[in-house]
Structures are given as structure tokens and as C-alpha cells.
């Protein structure tokens, strides 16, 4: 069993991880960015969420040829970001660089080229007729998250780029109080290379050429010895808990769980409310996350988000024959739109962050209910 990190260490691992890690080099102009952006919209007295996204890579050399990396495409944090803005928050998109986007998504990462949404006419390049109506939509909702100047895009490769900017923009977030939101969907690497343990170049396949000790003299953590690659990495600290207690107090802070055994997704969605005590998990298993979610909180428990059959999207690498199977045995409790009570053949896919998003603004709205409560009977 996995013991809970008392404050005292849980700050000693952070200034551990940052005196040895150093910033990205664009961390100073990306905060001027994102303090202009949250000054903004905190004057206006809007809600603002920062959504993470799309996977850490965990660069092995110093000069990078080879890292590990994981399957996140953004799409998650992509489509919610979207859902995020529809609900008239304003929007910091974190995301690993070169992944999906709120929009453009709808035409990147795609099996078909966005030049197939083309076509010419009068020597102009204009939209084909059967995209017309639902890129316009696309288009309409940018063009308003454009002019509204909601949304801010930042971008991060590697887990330590990923940590630094998490924790400055939370830093810059605290005067927005209650009205600040995390909603961290980025799939986050939990183990790596540290710097002093880093080799300047790249690995040789050969030993004969390997280095053995790197410049601190230590032996690097990735290293090849006889034929083989050897990767030692060490734990990346657990930053909910610094987040939670230390860099965004008042924020609602809204993490994710990802597992592949069905049987272990409520429990360690559950096992992570506890530890971290913040406001709501979001449980999903990797082959059924497009059309199944599960909230744990404290608030409601434990509570299913499912697309109705019927509206679900096709996924080549999910699986619908699992749908149901992290739910131990009980459908109450279970949110699904209206439109599942009538007959949905023919109707249009629904995306699960339209379901998610509305439930979790919901959420928001009583935690700040709450909150001013709290402060409205302290004064009296
Ligand atoms: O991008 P897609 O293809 O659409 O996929 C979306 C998704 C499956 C990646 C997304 O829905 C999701 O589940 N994201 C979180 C995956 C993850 O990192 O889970 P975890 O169990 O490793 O981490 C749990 C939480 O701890 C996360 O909220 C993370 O921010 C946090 N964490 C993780 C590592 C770390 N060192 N410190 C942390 O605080």
C-alpha cells in the first residue's frame, strides 16, 4: 500500500525535481502569455480552466534522438476543450505539441488528408458541398473562442517542460479563487530520466562505443550493455498532491484515471480521491474511454457517463464488447442524454465530452455555491 506523502516531503520531492530539472526555455515568455490571459479574464469575472493534454515524452540524451513517449492523441482534452468554451469558460489548452487541437482537430490526425474537404472551382479552392455545413459550425465556434479571446494555446514535449509550465500557470491561476478549474487529462509520464543521470549524446547500439559514466560521472540511467538497452528510470514525483495543497488551493481540481483491468478502475479512481483529496476523478479504461466514463467524487459518488449505442462513434482500436464491465453490476446512478428513450438510429455520433463537460460545469457551479457560502457566514 502506497503511503500518503506528508506535506513536508511532497514539497522537499518538488524543489528536488525543479533545482535538478531545469525550465524550458520558453517558460518566462509562455507565463507573460498566461498571467495577460488569466489577468483578462479574472477582471471580467469569468471561469477559466486549464485543460492538459496529449502524453510527456521522457527524453533519454541531452541532445534528443531517442524517448519514450505513450498512445495519448489529445483527443480528450482536445474535444473538451471545445465543450469547455461552449459552456462560456475561458480556455488554457496545455497540450504536447504537434497533438490534436480544439477545432482543427475535427481535420488533422484523420486517415483522410483535410485536402479531401477541398476541391477547385473557378480556379479557387473552396469546401466541398458535403462539408460545407459542418465545417462552417467548426469554423463559427472558432471564430467566437477567436474574437472572445478565450482560448490560449501553450504547448509542452517532455515531462519536465509539462511540470514547470503546470506549475507556474497554477501559480498565476490562485487570484481567480473558486472560479479556477484543472481539468488534467494529459496522460503524464510516472517515470524518467533525470537530468544529472542523462548522457549529452546519443546511445550507441554497440557497448564497444557506449559511455559509461556521463558527465556528473554517474552511470547513466539509459545505457547499453553487451546487446542490450538498459533504462533505469526513477519516479516522477506525484504533483497532484503539491497542486492540490500548495500551488492552486481554491481551484476545483479535476484528475483522470486511466487503466486497461476493468477490475481496477473504481478502485484506484476511489484510492486517488482519497490520497489527494481534491474534487473529482474521472475513471476510464483505454479500450472503452470514447463511449464510457466513470466520476468518483466526493460530492455524488460514484457515477457512469455512457453514449448510448446508438450515437456512438466507430474507434478501430476500442472495444464495445467491454462497455460495462469496470461497473460492478449496478446501471443506477448512470447519466445519459434524453435522447437514448427514443429511437437514436440514424442520429448524429455524440461525443462523450459533450457529457462530460456540461456535469462537471454543474459541479463547478456548486463548489462555488458553496464557497461563497462559506465566506458570506465567516463575515457574518
Ligand atoms: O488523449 P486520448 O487518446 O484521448 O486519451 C485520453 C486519456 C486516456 C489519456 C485521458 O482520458 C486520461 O486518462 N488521462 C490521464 C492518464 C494518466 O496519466 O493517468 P495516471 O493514472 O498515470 O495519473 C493519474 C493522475 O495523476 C493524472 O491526473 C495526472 O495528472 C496525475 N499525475 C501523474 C503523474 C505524475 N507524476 N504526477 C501526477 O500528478
Redesign the pocket.
Known sequence: MEHLPSAETAEAAESHYFTQNPPPKNLKSNVTLAREFIDRHAEQGRRLVLV????TTVPLETQTVRYIDN???????ATSAEYFLQEGYAVIFLHRQF?LLPYSRHYSHNTRSFLDFMKEENGRVVVDEQHQEEMLRVLRQYSVAKKENRLLILSFVTITEYLWELREVAKLMRPLGHKAMFY???????FFVPQDRMVEHKIQSSEEFSQNTNRNGKTPAARTEGRSLIIDLEP?????KQ?VDGWAPEGMIV????ETDPSMLVK?AQY?LEKYAHHLV?G?L?MT?KWEVVFVSALEGEKWIRVPRNRRSRSVSGVEAWIGRAEAGKAENTVQPKAEAQDTQGEPIIEIESLIIPEIAEMHTKLIEQAQATKAQQKS
Open positions: 492538459t493534454s496529449g502524453g498512445f495519448s492523441a489529445g483527443t480528450r482534452g497533438s488534467l487529462a494529459a496522460a503524464v509520464s510516472d516522477v514525483p506525484k504533483f497532484l497542486l484528475s483522470f484515471k486511466l484506484k486517488s474521472i476510464n483505454l474511454r
